[in-house]
């Protein structure tokens, strides 16, 4: 199939998008297009006006500034995949990045773009959501900063409104005690998973301490089970305790294309017992 008609403008500003998306309700932000023009080809969205924000400067930066790493929207997959700053910094990213399509979708794709999109079996909302990261956006009453909990707010649907444009994510910078861990099933290396885990922690004695688990592909966004990272919390971690997060896993998956509601907890579970064996290694 082909796509319905529709005009093309490349901006070159901040300003200009957002004055674009004000002017043109029925626009959108063509970013690395690997999931946008998919959509236009099967016609699930029909835009009139297509405006390409990678002539935008300054959005592809990639940076340790203090206890923080910046990631600008505009940042490949490819690039994040082989940053040392991300591999040394934010280990999980550089954990997940591999598992995202295929090299020529990582080439193509952005991160700002994943984040935006928020396909609830993608890897990078649900690994912003177990760092505690925070997005940035510009609209037009200027830049504003939402925390990754309150971002994503349903299936395909997020904080950001009509008019603005996500510049960069920002994510706790890794330290020594840092622990992190991600796995996923998918049917053929690349393809969305089944079921994915996005997981940090702190190392804390033998065991670990503010656990975060943020499960993909179980629901209309990524979700965090909570009882689960409360059974894993404090005191060392041997099968009994860790049989007893799985118990725990506080997920309602449905049924979808992919698995029966059924598999994808039997699954979750799995993962759970592999991602916890990762966040109890020391990093290298
Ligand atoms: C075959 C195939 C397999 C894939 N497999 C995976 C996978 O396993 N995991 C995965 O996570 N992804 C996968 N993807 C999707 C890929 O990662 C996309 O690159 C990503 O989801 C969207 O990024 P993009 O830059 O291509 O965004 P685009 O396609 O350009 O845009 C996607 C949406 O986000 C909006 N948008 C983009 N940038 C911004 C911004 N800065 N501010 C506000 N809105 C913005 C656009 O308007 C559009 O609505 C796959 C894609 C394909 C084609």
């Known amino acids: ?19 674009l998306l004000g002017e043109h309700k029925d626009a959108r ?3 690395g297009g690997q ?3 998919a959509t236009l080809n099967m016609r699930l969205s029909a835009p009139n006006l297509l405006i390409d ?11 340790k500034r203090g206890g923080t790493v910046e990631i ?8 994040a995949e082989r940053s040392e700053t991300i591999a040394r910094h ?18 193509r794709g952005t991160l700002g773009g994943s984040i935006a999109f928020a396909d609830p079996a993608a890897e990078l909302p649900a690994c912003l959501m177990a760092l505690d990261g925070e997005v940035d956006a510009t609209g037009p009453k200027g830049k504003r900063t939402i925390k990754a909990e309150g971002f994503f707010k349903g299936l395909f649907e997020t904080a950001l409104g009509p008019q603005d444009v996500l510049t960069a994510i920002r994510l706790p910078a890794a330290t020594a005690d840092t622990r992190v861990g991600f796995a996923e099933l998918a049917r053929r290396h690349g393809d969305y998973a089944i079921v994915g885990l996005a997981a940090s922690a702190r190392a804390d004695g033998k065991g670990l301490a503010d656990v975060r688990l943020s499960f993909f592909g179980v629901g209309s966004t990524a979700v965090r089970a909570r009882k689960a990272e409360a059974a894993l919390s ?20 449905h049924d979808d294309v992919q698995a029966t509601a059924a598999l994808k ?9 592999r991602v916890a064996k990762q966040l109890l290694e020391a990093r290298t």
């Open 90 to 107: 934010a280990p999980l990213i550089a954990r997940a990045m591999p598992h995202i399509g295929h090299v020529a979708i990582r080439n």
């Open 265 to 273: 907890k039997h699954l979750a579970g799995v993962l759970l017992r």
């Open 35 to 37: 999931s946008l023009i």
């Open 1 to 19: 199939m082909k796509p319905a008609s529709f005009a093309y403008k490349k901006t070159r500003s901040l300003e200009e998008a957002v004055a």
């Open 234 to 253: 404090g005191g060392a971690i041997d099968d009994k305790r860790l049989d007893a997060a799985i118990a725990a896993l506080d997920l309602d998956p």
């Open 72 to 79: 600008g929207a505009l940042v490949r997959h490819a690039q």
């Open 53 to 63: 924000i990678n002539g935008i400067g300054g959005l592809n930066g990639i940076a």
């Open 29 to 31: 932000l063509l970013a």
